[in-house]
Nanobody
Framework: QVQLAESVGGLVQPGGSLRLSCLTS????????MSWYRQTPGKGRELVAS???????QYGAAVEGRFTVSRGIAKNTVYLQMNSLKPEDTAVYYC?????????WGQGTQVTVSS
């Protein structure tokens, strides 16, 4: 059974940094696409960043230039480096592993940006 496990988020002051990680287990191959989404109460999930096996990455407009997505050497781990955090970045962050015929989600981790 494929499982995705995100690292614990936490409370960060505005302007601070935080790194999230997501480990995929139970899968015999690295996912074509690994992504980070976030969700706030009353809103749908928003794409934060995604990265393909070849390293091609994509970012949501709200985080472009502040967040960096990367994959581990084994390709089954994805990281999200978040810099210059703002209160509006507060959300539950979800990891997703997907391909043409599948999609798996992590349980989500809370990130709160507040002074």
């Amino acid at each position: 059974q494929v499982q995705l496990a995100e690292s614990v988020g936490g409370l960060v002051q505005p302007g601070g940094s935080l790194r999230l990680s997501c480990l995929t287990s139970g899968c015999k191959f690295a996912s074509d696409l690994m992504s980070w989404y976030r969700q706030t109460p009353g809103k749908g999930r928003e794409l934060v960043a995604s990265i393909r096996l070849d390293g091609t990455s994509q970012y949501g407009a709200a985080v472009e230039g502040r967040f960096t997505v990367s994959r581990g050497i084994a390709k089954n781990t994805v990281y999200l480096q978040m810099n210059s955090l703002k209160p509006e970045d507060t959300a539950v962050y979800y990891c997703k592993a997907s391909g043409r015929l599948y999609a798996y989600w992590g349980q989500g981790t809370q990130v709160t940006v507040s002074s």
